[in-house]
């Protein structure tokens, strides 16, 4: 039987829209001899429409559109594959969250029966347990027959929790062995599972283990496409029943995949690069790009500072939206050096980006002069601090601003995760703007990207951006490793805080300096003021800022 | 018996300091006569811990310090009353998530018994399924037989599923119902219950009702002070078995109460205003007191703009943290009236809180200077707009942060809830700050307050600042009535598209101007990006922006 996998970029919120793009891709499956077609979970909302789906309205009308969209596949393609269509669904039940998160089965014009997602990941950027009830597992409940088949239909999460597969299960149901039990022929599955770097080799690893495991072939469909934080990287894929993979569609891209679900033979296998830097590379121009546009804007501003976090800002950005979409604006003070100026105009003549140059030098004069007094009266006999480093870079941050609202076009804030993590960056300065493209990049992962851009792109960012010493030029001579452990040290000691939960201790015990993860520790909770006001930006590790980092902000430091 | 509640305020993720805290209580209370005593839930981390959760280090801490809690409180009160205490406690049974929100049994200096929340909740500003396993309720496993008596033990939401009180019930088991099918004579509740405006009233009906409908008395201890964006209002209280409600704790204050569990006399019931404006007037001043205390802040500064919300932010401040330690700014434009000067000169005369006045025209002539080209050259033709309003609010942005990061004082945000649902705020402007007294009140109520401090504290606030139309100032005779419509009418739209979760045409069809209900949607949509930069602010409301408010960014509008 020929599954097709429907992989579209879905809008959260624009049902309509989304049912027309689940239509498009429907007809091309279908004209490509596919019997059965699967979309990403929630597809007729887009993942994650987060408490939209609070409003009991918009739920509705997404189900009504479901039985909207099975009559006219139906009436245009009567004889036509069954269509499994990823909505939520209203819980009448009376008791419980007012939401399931369903998979319905359109065929003959109908929705033909919902199966309800049972794993409801409340994890990480998850949230599912404060919209949905879970799903039963009785037996039987999870599967549909089809032109002679069983089908054990499971929603993304459902698929997580095979028992010889984790170590640490979740939950205590597995919906995978249910329909097994049930006497399933074959996997379905509707997801939308965010991209982060390495999770693609996971993903693969785990859904060929329960493949064999099961002797079943599964047809998995994942969603493509930036929403906010998260980058979807589509990759839907059918595995035989062996745990081979048999066909895998585009990454990072729409694409409907068609192909023999009951087979052994490999089919379409397009080449797919798991490095990092190309990983990274294609999740954050399609972040970008799909932010832009999912807003209404055509057009980015940033700033270019000389360094190497603007420098790969702006190459993505040329790329996201075309370089006659960019401007990239210069702000020497008198602390900047000439280098940074001549290697941002080199960018930027590389880009083939626009660019404008205003000096701050009068507004921190401005600044100085306005606040002398108040200086003096409130803070008698300090000296110039931190303070005036701020003035600067807000300074900075106003200008971006200004240009933003006065052209239209959206300001790329260019700091990276090393930096966000320890606060060394000026809120409502360098944090300023709508959409943070490399805020999940440690500093080292900055510098590979700019390496493989350059391989790429015919080395767009000059040599001297990659080669200087990192610093902020907030004063005259400043170093980042005047304040800051080297970057190799601090991204090694953020990964093991961020990534694995790891306390001081528990880091200090593995061989690094204890002053030293000690203070990285404290500046880390010391930013998250920082943090809280910082603009989403795209999420490419395990674990980021942004929705999945919940930390208090009035509280003692952990232990 | 006599029960001892410790309404202690913890300090989020200070497991040491809240031990103490506990063990005072403890001592004031066994010297009071107390037979048994409870502390709120989690008291030993503080809630909500959020991600510090994470950590197993963190969980493991908090444990360890219950055991070490159990041995003192014995070593000094060796015949004293058990202490039941809310603590996180490690799931080792290698399923499902790694923690119980646990209140342990304490006697002769061990933790006797552990009982496990069963209902967790997962809505609103509640994540605990991000972090917990329920915990059963088999037949016994929340009860605890002490000195002859025995007790059925809840955690908060654990009391909040009667399915005689509740339409509409959220989890398919009742605790109390268990407990009271395992015997139970008396019911025991810790609990971290926020304030919000009406809550107190229904929370002492629904546990009258369950109490009359058990027959059995319930002795209710909950958490006080602020955590970031929550307020917790105490009020700690002993309900008898007929639904009398026997004795409460102070609102908003740290307190030990000691009352007779099993009797049906009224014992202490101190007077507690429960109008609007006096419960939001002690939440704001609870809240921002323990928001500057807890992260570190003797000082306060805010910008004094003439109009009611800073004038509200600047009284509120001035009772938090005494006048001596609030400094606020006069930040003049040309397009400031003289009154507006004057007013707030005059406010804080009486408010007796210093003031620095910086006149911003020679500032805005600089932007106006540095970007002069550039306007021109990438918006030829385009006039003042909203950008040069922009600049204005963030000139005054980058002055009190300087002032603030050179005096060390807090800056406090003055902005009202009706502006931060509408976009009426400029981000990096008059939205910069650390902490947003007032963003959950609506304009209105911002009123409402304003009058209620002035009977309180004998008309601080000048008459004219209550009296005059508000404008942002930001253009000559601007009026807030320019942009939006009237505040009343606001106000009704936002708590029916907010509260209630009503969708434009179910708000038009209770007969609002369906074009006014349409902008205002609009607005509340387009207005995202601010408040997902916005300062954290104080929970006043049913339902607040913050971490409450979870919408998606890049999406089309609600239908």
Same mark, same amino acid.
């Given at each position: 039987? *020929?599954?097709?996998?429907?992989?579209?970029?879905?809008?959260?919120?624009?049902?309509?829209?989304?049912?027309?793009?689940?239509?498009?891709?429907?007809?091309?499956?279908?004209?490509?001899?596919?019997?059965?077609?699967?979309?990403?979970?929630?597809?007729?909302?887009?993942?994650?429409?987060?408490?939209?789906?609070?409003?009991?309205?918009?739920?509705?009308?997404?189900?009504?559109?479901?039985?909207?969209?099975?009559?006219?596949?139906?009436?245009?393609?009567?004889?036509?594959?069954?269509?499994?269509?990823?909505?939520?669904?209203?819980?009448?039940?009376?008791?419980?969250?007012?939401?399931?998160?369903?998979?319905?089965?359109?065929?003959?014009?109908?929705?033909?029966?919902?199966?309800?997602?049972?794993?409801?990941?409340?994890?990480?950027?998850?949230?599912?347990?404060?919209?949905?009830?879970?799903?039963?597992?009785?037996?039987?409940?999870?599967?549909?027959?089809?032109?002679? *088949?069983?089908?054990?239909?499971?929603?993304?999460?459902?698929?997580?929790?095979?028992?010889?597969?984790?170590?640490?299960?979740?939950?205590?149901?597995?919906?995978?062995?249910?329909?097994?039990? $049930?006497?399933?022929?074959?996997?379905?599955?509707?997801?939308?599972?965010?991209?982060?770097?390495?999770?693609?080799?996971?993903?693969?690893?785990?859904?060929?283990?329960?493949?064999?495991?099961?002797?079943?072939?599964?047809?998995?469909?994942?969603?493509?496409?930036?929403?906010?934080?998260?980058?979807?990287?589509?990759?839907?894929?059918?595995?035989?029943?062996?745990?081979?993979?048999?066909?895998?569609?585009?990454?990072?891209?729409?694409?409907?995949?068609?192909?023999?679900?009951?087979?052994?033979?490999?089919?379409?296998?397009?080449?797919?690069?798991?490095?990092?830097?190309?990983?990274?590379? *294609?999740?954050?121009?399609?972040?970008?790009?799909?932010?832009?546009?999912?807003?209404?804007?055509?057009?980015?501003?940033?700033?270019?500072?000389?360094?190497?976090?603007?420098?790969?800002?702006?190459?993505? $950005?040329?790329?996201?939206?075309?370089?006659?979409?960019?401007?990239?604006?210069?702000?020497?003070?008198?602390?900047?050096?000439?280098?940074?100026?001549?290697?941002?105009?080199?960018l930027a003549r590389n880009l083939g980006v626009k660019t404008r140059t205003i000096s701050i030098g009068p507004l921190m004069r401005?600044?100085?002069?306005?606040?002398?007094?108040?200086? $003096?009266?409130?803070?008698?006999? *300090?000296?110039?601090?931190?303070?005036?480093?701020?003035?600067?870079?807000?300074?900075?941050?106003?200008?971006?601003?200004?240009?933003?609202?006065?052209?239209?076009?959206?300001?790329?804030?260019?700091?990276?995760?090393?930096?966000?993590?320890?606060?060394?960056?000026?809120?409502?300065?360098?944090?300023?703007?709508?959409?943070?493209?490399?805020?999940?990049?440690?500093?080292?992962?900055?510098?590979?990207?700019?390496?493989?851009?350059?391989?790429?792109?015919?080395?767009?960012?000059?040599?001297?951006?990659?080669?200087?010493?990192?610093? $902020?030029?907030?004063?005259?001579?400043?170093?980042?490793?005047?304040?800051?452990?080297?970057?190799?040290?601090?991204?090694?000691?953020?990964?093991?805080?961020?990534?694995?939960?790891?306390?001081?201790?528990?880091?200090?015990?593995?061989?690094?300096?204890?002053?030293?993860?000690?203070?990285?520790?404290?500046?880390?909770?010391?930013?998250?003021?920082?943090?809280?006001?910082?603009?989403?930006?795209?999420?490419v590790a395990w674990r980021s800022f942004g929705s999945g980092w919940r930390m208090p902000l009035a509280a003692a430091p952990l232990?």
């Amino acid at each position: 039987m *020929r599954i097709g996998l429907l992989q579209i970029n879905p809008m959260v919120g624009d049902i309509a829209g989304n049912a027309a793009r689940v239509e498009a891709a429907y007809d091309r499956a279908v004209a490509a001899g596919a019997e059965l077609c699967l979309t990403p979970e929630l597809a007729l909302t887009g993942y994650p429409p987060r408490d939209m789906l609070l409003y009991a309205g918009f739920a509705v009308a997404a189900r009504a559109e479901a039985d909207a969209l099975a009559l006219r596949v139906f009436k245009r393609h009567s004889s036509g594959p069954a269509l499994v269509v990823g909505c939520p669904e209203p819980n009448t039940s009376g008791q419980g969250k007012n939401l399931f998160n369903a998979a319905l089965w359109c065929q003959d014009g109908l929705v033909r029966k919902s199966v309800r997602k049972a794993l409801l990941p409340t994890y990480d950027v998850f949230d599912e347990a404060r919209y949905f009830e879970p799903g039963r597992t009785e037996p039987g409940s999870g599967v549909v027959d089809y032109r002679g *088949r069983r089908f054990g239909v499971t929603i993304c999460e459902d698929l997580w929790n095979d028992k010889d597969y984790w170590p640490h299960r979740l939950y205590p149901v597995d919906p995978v062995e249910a329909a097994a039990a $049930a006497g399933a022929d074959a996997l379905l599955n509707l997801s939308a599972s965010p991209f982060s770097l390495r999770k693609q080799a996971l993903r693969q690893d785990m859904l060929a283990a329960i493949c064999k495991k099961r002797g079943l072939p599964l047809a998995y469909c994942n969603q493509v496409g930036g929403n906010d934080e998260l980058v979807f990287d589509g990759r839907g894929a059918v595995f035989g029943a062996n745990g081979a993979l048999l066909a895998r569609a585009e990454g990072f891209a729409e694409d409907v995949l068609v192909a023999e679900l009951f087979g052994d033979e490999p089919q379409a296998l397009p080449a797919d690069d798991l490095s990092a830097p190309a990983e990274t590379f *294609r999740a954050l121009v399609l972040g970008t790009r799909d932010y832009l546009a999912k807003c209404g804007f055509k057009k980015a501003l940033l700033g270019l500072s000389g360094g190497i976090d603007s420098a790969v800002v702006a190459a993505v $950005a040329a790329e996201a939206i075309g370089p006659e979409n960019v401007c990239c604006v210069l702000m020497p003070s008198p602390w900047s050096s000439r280098g940074s100026v001549d290697d941002s105009l080199k960018l930027a003549r590389n880009l083939g980006v626009k660019t404008r140059t205003i000096s701050i030098g009068p507004l921190m004069r401005g600044f100085e002069d306005a606040l002398a007094d108040s200086f $003096a009266e409130l803070a008698p006999g *300090r000296g110039p601090d931190i303070t005036e480093e701020n003035i600067q870079s807000r300074i900075r941050g106003n200008l971006l601003m200004a240009l933003s609202n006065k052209t239209g076009a959206l300001l790329l804030t260019t700091g990276n995760k090393s930096e966000l993590a320890v606060g060394y960056c000026t809120i409502y300065g360098d944090m300023s703007g709508g959409f943070a493209v490399i805020s999940d990049l440690p500093k080292t992962q900055v510098y590979a990207l700019a390496r493989h851009i350059n391989l790429l792109r015919g080395g767009v960012i000059p040599q001297a951006i990659i080669d200087k010493a990192p610093s $902020a030029e907030l004063r005259p001579d400043q170093k980042d490793e005047d304040s800051l452990p080297p970057y190799e040290v601090l991204d090694a000691i953020l990964a093991l805080h961020m990534e694995k939960q790891q306390t001081a201790a528990e880091i200090a015990a593995q061989g690094f300096d204890p002053a030293v993860v000690a203070r990285v520790c404290r500046l880390v909770k010391g930013a998250e003021f920082k943090r809280r006001q910082a603009a989403p930006g795209i999420k490419v590790a395990w674990r980021s800022f942004g929705s999945g980092w919940r930390m208090p902000l009035a509280a003692a430091p952990l232990p």
